[in-house]
């Protein structure tokens, strides 16, 4: 790397090439991290910091502008105004009020699993990460109950990659769960881990099992267990729409019967930023 890249970004030219490798891709990410979910699903992939990235440039950005859904001559446009972003931010110094903290690790995949034929439903995800700062040792997840009581007592497990080490409660519908990496985690190594939570009641989870990604994602499932009686009258599909439109009681999606099959599934891959996928119900009175 160049003299003016290492100056912009203060590597350390005494460390190993690995070490510099991975400050380089930290501090990369870092300058990318203001840019508009778009530019920056594009930058990302143009910077191929992940294993199952395509090997060429031009296949990856093939892919994201299959996943932005734009011309391709529109994707390599977007390349090149986020290169344009991130060297005007390396030129100058980031600002040390910045409230966005450069990213710590990127999600690989999620898998999702909620189980509603118990009055404390469990909700359990399963997370594969790639570390994209120089180490990772620590994870915060935050779960919110909406309606929760002030005695509501959710329970909260960790397993694989992960254990969990202390459960904070910042406000009154929101936990924080601090959880610990069994090993220290180098950047570009990835870890898996599980994560599951019970809440005091089905009536406090929201009636959906989706995700929104703020950042490039690539495979993302869905399973609901609705039991039988089923505790929905009925369930549509969110295929990428508007978070407000995923809010509404009026279905926009395809709708499923978890009458006739309690377990539906749902998975997604090349998402759109911004757009909301996954399953979303309707309750029963008797839920």
């Given at each position: 790397?160049?003299p003016?890249?290492?100056?912009a970004?203060?590597?350390?030219?005494?460390?190993p090439?690995?070490?510099?490798?991975?400050?380089?891709?930290?501090?990369l990410?870092?300058?990318?991290?203001?840019l508009?979910?778009d530019?920056?699903?594009?930058f990302?992939?143009?910077c191929?910091?992940?294993?199952?990235?395509?090997?060429?440039?031009?296949?990856?950005?093939?892919?994201?502008?299959t996943?932005?859904?734009?011309?391709?001559?529109?994707?390599w446009?977007?390349?090149?105004?986020?290169?344009?972003?991130?060297?005007?931010?390396?030129?100058?110094?980031?600002?040390?009020?910045?409230?966005?903290p450069?990213?710590?690790?990127?999600?690989?995949?999620?898998h999702?699993?909620t189980d509603?034929?118990?009055?404390?439903p469990?909700?359990?995800?399963t997370?594969?990460i790639?570390?994209?700062?120089?180490?990772?040792?620590?994870?915060?997840?935050?779960?919110?109950?909406p309606?929760?009581?002030?005695?509501?007592?959710?329970?909260?497990?960790?397993?694989?990659?992960?254990?969990?080490?202390s459960?904070?409660?910042?406000?009154q519908v929101?936990?924080?769960v601090?959880?610990?990496?069994?090993r220290?985690?180098?950047?570009?190594?990835?870890a898996?881990?599980?994560?599951?939570s019970?809440?005091?009641?089905?009536?406090?989870?929201?009636?959906?099992?989706?995700?929104?990604?703020?950042?490039v994602?690539?495979?993302?499932?869905?399973?609901?267990?609705f039991?039988?009686?089923?505790?929905?009258t009925?369930?549509?599909?969110?295929?990428?729409?508007?978070?407000?439109?995923?809010?509404?009681?009026?279905?926009?999606?395809?709708?499923?019967?978890?009458?006739?099959?309690?377990?539906?599934?749902?998975?997604?891959?090349?998402m759109?930023?911004g757009?909301?996928?996954?399953?979303?119900?309707?309750?029963?009175?008797?839920?």
């Amino acid at each position: 790397m160049g003299p003016a890249l290492t100056k912009a970004l203060d590597l350390d030219q005494c460390e190993p090439g690995e070490s510099r490798c991975r400050a380089l891709v930290t501090g990369l990410l870092r300058h990318a991290e203001s840019l508009p979910p778009d530019l920056h699903m594009v930058f990302l992939s143009g910077c191929s910091i992940r294993t199952e990235d395509r090997p060429t440039l031009t296949q990856r950005v093939t892919r994201a502008a299959t996943t932005m859904q734009v011309a391709e001559r529109t994707a390599w446009a977007r390349l090149a105004d986020a290169n344009r972003r991130v060297a005007e931010s390396l030129a100058g110094p980031l600002p040390k009020d910045s409230s966005a903290p450069p990213p710590e690790w990127l999600l690989t995949s999620l898998h999702a699993y909620t189980d509603l034929r118990s009055g404390r439903p469990i909700t359990r995800s399963t997370h594969t990460i790639r570390v994209v700062s120089p180490y990772l040792t620590h994870i915060t997840e935050r779960i919110s109950f909406p309606s929760a009581s002030p005695d509501a007592d959710p329970a909260f497990r960790a397993w694989g990659d992960a254990e969990l080490v202390s459960v904070e409660r910042p406000y009154q519908v929101t936990w924080q769960v601090s959880l610990r990496l069994k090993r220290t985690f180098l950047a570009g190594e990835s870890a898996t881990y599980s994560f599951q939570s019970q809440a005091p009641s089905r009536r406090l989870l929201h009636p959906m099992s989706v995700m929104l990604p703020e950042r490039v994602c690539r495979v993302f499932s869905t399973e609901v267990n609705f039991g039988s009686p089923s505790v929905a009258t009925r369930v549509w599909r969110l295929d990428g729409v508007p978070a407000p439109v995923a809010e509404l009681d009026t279905p926009s999606g395809v709708l499923l019967d978890p009458h006739t099959q309690p377990v539906l599934k749902a998975s997604y891959d090349d998402m759109t930023l911004g757009r909301v996928y996954g399953l979303r119900w309707e309750w029963s009175d008797d839920a």
